[in-house]
């Protein structure tokens, strides 16, 4: 199947501001990536080929997951982050955690 990948960046003044009682959309930016760790990865194998372009991408985005995952406050912000997500069925169930070993 073929899939594209567009990234969209926007500037503007509210951007990272805050909306309502939500988390900022900064610090929501910085969590997606272990948040949504499964997601994450399986968009970049469905959007490049097999090759070292994705093996790089693929090594630098686990190294990012690992990273939040591994910071003391943010990996507890994320325990819990995960269980809300999944009462949502934003997360599908457990599964879609990371596995980077």
């Known amino acids: 199947k073929s899939r594209w990948l567009l990234t969209v960046w926007l500037d503007g003044d509210s951007v990272d501001a805050p909306r309502g009682e939500s988390f900022p959309p900064l610090l929501q930016r910085m969590l997606a990536p ?14 490049l080929p097999p090759g070292e372009a994705l093996q790089a991408l693929n090594l630098a985005q686990e190294q990012e997951i690992r990273t939040i995952e591994e910071d003391e406050g943010f990996g507890e912000m994320l325990q ?22």
């Open 34 to 47: 272990a948040l949504y760790a499964k997601n994450f990865m399986q968009a970049l194998e469905d959007s």
């Open 80 to 101: 819990e982050l995960r269980e809300v997500a999944e009462e949502a069925g934003k997360l599908g169930g457990s599964d879609n955690e990371k596995e980077t070993n």
